[in-house]
């Protein structure tokens, strides 16, 4: 067949598959397990494409807020602070790939209301650093707060203090309030070790969305800390952003090769791996377990093929019979398997996809307030798309191989004698 000068040739064999799949069948039933297998193919890719999409999307959400509420890397020295922090802030700038760098005190101390008692991870922060440029982190929302009654050294006011929504509740206070700030970096005396206790105001509140967070963090400013916790000019480390949060691992490894062996630092991903390996498991296992619903549906198929050469006995031996090959035979069944298979495969594409799109855009569906998320996070990516279209197309490919080797070995004489 020609066009225009060029030869466009379609092989007999394919045209036959298609001669079958669009024939009036003497048996209905037939066609009725064909439409089934189409509809089972579409419906698993769909399941399989939203599933994935709002899994993806529950992923990146969750980074999202871990990138917005903790620096990317955290630079500490080995066996105590850090005496000289601006002249280490100095060196890690000098790194490719650091946007900005920050220093911060970190330590463990109970806060007391006249309500309730609750442990707390204090970091003091500097309000006026660059680091409060950076979207979602907690100071740069606050920092005003924080700035407001800091630092408090010779101030008849209490300094402020800005605590998690979680961590409130459960002392039982709100913006205002009066809290004591307990440390067990305290004093001796004749008696023994005294922790040291401060009073603190409440001049704000954060909620990062994430529980583990918002229970268990409080914010004050970085000089009321080193008295807190009587470091001196010391700090307990440096926060560094980067323009590369995913390349974190390898600018950690630039940071130590530059600073030495008596500091230590881990990124972002080194600290939260376990619910990133989490994340991951659970994604593999959903798609392991709605894959079985594609292959349910192939498992149609090959049923539809099987009958369907029960029912072409005699084609395929007048088709023999006039000089076609058993791979040939082979070769119509498979096309036809394939067909199906990939007419399937494309509406649970597009069904997926449009659903994904409806999710996203008119957020019909809300969940609980248990969970961090108010509706589907959904986020549809082209290779998750791309590796459930091939993985459903194979599936379907090697349920046609059986019954297409069985149409390939039927003897030519027995099938006009009987068929």
Same mark, same amino acid.
């Given at each position: 067949?020609?066009?225009?000068? &060029?030869?466009?040739?379609?092989? %007999? #064999?394919?045209?036959?598959? *298609?001669?079958?799949?669009?024939?009036?069948?003497?048996?209905? !039933?037939?066609?009725?397990?064909? *439409?089934?297998?189409?509809a089972g193919v579409a419906l698993g890719v769909m399941a399989l494409v939203v599933v994935i999409a709002v899994m993806t999307g529950a992923e990146k959400d969750f980074k999202a807020r871990i990138l917005g509420f903790q620096s990317h890397i955290t630079?500490?020295?080995?066996?105590g602070g850090i005496a000289a922090p601006e002249n280490l802030r100095r060196v890690i700038d000098g790194v490719d790939g650091v946007r900005v760098t920050a220093p911060f005190v970190y330590g463990q101390v109970m806060l007391r209301s006249a309500y309730g008692v609750s442990g707390a991870a204090l970091r003091g922060v500097d309000p006026l650093a660059p680091v409060t440029?950076?979207?979602?982190? @907690?100071?740069?929302?606050? /920092? @005003?707060?924080? /700035?407001?009654v800091a630092p408090s050294k010779g101030l008849p006011v209490a300094p402020g203090v800005v605590l998690g929504k979680e961590l409130a509740l459960n002392l039982g206070v709100g913006e205002g309030d009066m809290?004591?700030?307990? &440390?067990?970096?305290?004093?001796?005396?004749?008696?023994?070790?005294i922790p040291s206790m401060r009073q603190f105001r409440v001049s704000g509140l954060f909620d990062s969305g994430?529980? #583990?967070? $918002? &229970?268990?963090?409080? %914010?004050?400013?970085? $000089? $009321?800390?080193?008295?807190?916790?009587?470091?001196?000019?010391?700090?307990?480390?440096m926060d560094v952003w980067s323009d590369a949060p995913y390349e974190a691992g390898q600018i950690r490894q630039d940071i130590l090769a530059v600073i030495g062996s008596a500091y230590w630092a881990r990124d972002w991903m080194q600290m939260n791996?376990?619910? !990133?390996?989490?994340?991951?498991? #659970?994604?593999?296992?959903?798609?392991?377990?709605?894959?079985l619903i594609v292959l349910v549906a192939a498992f149609n198929i090959a049923s539809s093929l099987i009958m369907m050469v029960m029912e072409k006995t005699? $084609?395929?031996?007048?088709? +023999? /019979?006039?000089?076609? +090959?058993?791979? &040939?035979?082979?070769?119509?069944?498979?096309?036809?398997?394939?067909?199906?298979?990939?007419?399937?495969?494309?509406?649970?594409?597009?069904?997926?996809?449009?659903?994904?799109?409806?999710?996203?855009?008119?957020?019909?569906? #809300?969940?609980?307030?248990? %969970?961090?998320?108010?509706? *589907? @996070?959904?986020?549809?990516?082209?290779?998750?798309?791309?590796?459930?279209?091939v993985s459903a197309f194979c599936i379907c490919f090697l349920a046609t191989l059986y019954p297409a080797w069985q149409a390939s070995r039927q003897n030519t004489v027995e099938a006009i004698r009987y068929g």
């Open positions: 067949m020609s066009q225009n000068g &060029s030869s466009f040739s379609i092989s %007999y #064999e394919l045209l036959i598959a *298609l001669r079958y799949l669009k024939a009036k069948r003497r048996q209905t !039933f037939i066609s009725l397990i064909t *439409l089934l297998s189409v630079v500490m020295k080995r066996g440029q950076i979207e979602g982190y @907690p100071p740069q929302r606050l /920092a @005003p707060r924080l /700035a407001r809290i004591y700030l307990i &440390s067990p970096k305290g004093m001796i005396s004749p008696m023994g070790h994430m529980y #583990e967070y $918002d &229970s268990a963090f409080a %914010y004050i400013h970085i $000089d $009321d800390a080193r008295a807190v916790f009587r470091l001196g000019d010391r700090v307990t480390g791996a376990s619910l !990133f390996s989490a994340l991951k498991l #659970e994604k593999s296992a959903m798609f392991v377990i709605l894959i005699r $084609d395929i031996a007048i088709l +023999k /019979a006039m000089g076609a +090959k058993d791979s &040939s035979i082979m070769r119509i069944f498979v096309y036809q398997g394939t067909i199906i298979g990939m007419v399937g495969t494309s509406i649970g594409v597009l069904l997926g996809v449009v659903l994904c799109f409806l999710l996203k855009h008119f957020k019909f569906i #809300e969940l609980p307030k248990v %969970y961090i998320f108010s509706t *589907l @996070p959904v986020r549809l990516e082209a290779m998750d798309v791309l590796i459930i279209s």
